[in-house]
């Protein structure tokens, strides 16, 4: 099986508007214009989100992995322990929002391009 990793722009560049990518089994949704969704499967054994979100604990964890300090799994179990959901990317704003259960915004952060 072939794995292909695109960046930002990559993505962009296909046409997509917004993606979300789901904590709990690493699904994800990429929009693109027409209202036409392609979803990725699962790609993982699923984690159980914590129902109370704690942003801060979150905040000092994602720093850490940004600095490479953890691997994309340890960060998603992070996620997950820490009540993040889900993952909304949007192109045009080049914002990356991480939001709990309720849908609530726990962090909102520029992408570099």
């Known amino acids: 099986m072939q794995i292909f990793l695109l960046n930002i722009n990559e993505i962009k560049a296909l046409g997509v508007t917004h993606y979300e990518a789901y904590v709990a089994h690493g699904h994800i949704n990429y929009h693109v214009a027409n209202n036409y969704t392609a979803k990725v499967l699962a790609k993982y054994e699923l984690l159980v989100i914590a129902d109370n979100s704690q942003s801060e604990g979150f ?7 940004q600095q490479v300090k953890t691997d994309f799994l340890t960060f998603i179990k992070m996620c997950a322990a820490f009540g993040i959901e889900k993952r909304e990317i949007c192109m045009d704003k080049m914002t ?16 570099p391009s």
Do not use: M, Q, R, S
């Open 59 to 65: 905040k000092l964890e994602l720093v850490a992995h």
């Open 96 to 111: 990356c929002t991480y939001c709990d259960k309720a849908g609530k915004e726990i962090l909102v952060e520029l992408i």
